[in-house]
């Protein structure tokens, strides 16, 4: 199963970025989606999860209030909207799946996923 993980980039501090998933091998309305990102030397970090119609969401709290997570299952795609992005922000961003009903706080741990993204670096210059 492949997602396929897009829109990463070079950025000033302050400013935007928005990142794409898509699979078209999955069911993706039958999947919570998920955005990890790993900095270099770090543990990988829970980012935001959605569930699988969209109406509830999590955020991590490094990134609450400035990043955004959608989805639209006619297009098999989950978006993850960044904005005032800063420095501390700059990683590999990997999209992630998780085969389940209801979305509880286990959403938020990475051995929760079924399948993974290549991810999309994301680089916030100061």
């Known amino acids: 199963v492949q997602l396929q993980a897009s829109g990463g980039g070079l950025v000033q501090a302050g400013g935007s970025l928005r990142l794409s998933c898509r699979s078209s091998?999955?069911?993706?309305?039958?999947?919570?989606m998920g955005w990890f990102r790993q900095a270099p030397g770090k543990e990988r970090e829970f980012v935001a999860s959605?569930?699988?119609?969209?109406?509830?969401?999590y955020y991590g709290d490094s990134v609450k209030g400035r990043f955004i997570i959608s989805r639209d299952n006619t297009r098999n795609t989950v978006a993850l909207q960044m904005n005032n992005l800063i420095p501390e922000d700059t990683a590999v961003y990997y999209c992630?799946?998780?085969?389940?009903?209801?979305?509880?706080?286990?959403?938020?741990?990475?051995?929760?996923?079924?399948?993974w993204g290549q991810g999309t670096q994301v680089t916030v210059s100061s």
């Open positions: 992630a799946a998780e085969r389940s009903i209801a979305m509880t706080k286990t959403a938020m741990e990475s051995d929760a996923y079924d399948y």
């Open positions: 959605i569930s699988r119609i969209g109406g509830g969401t």
């Open positions: 091998e999955l069911t993706f309305s039958s999947y919570i």
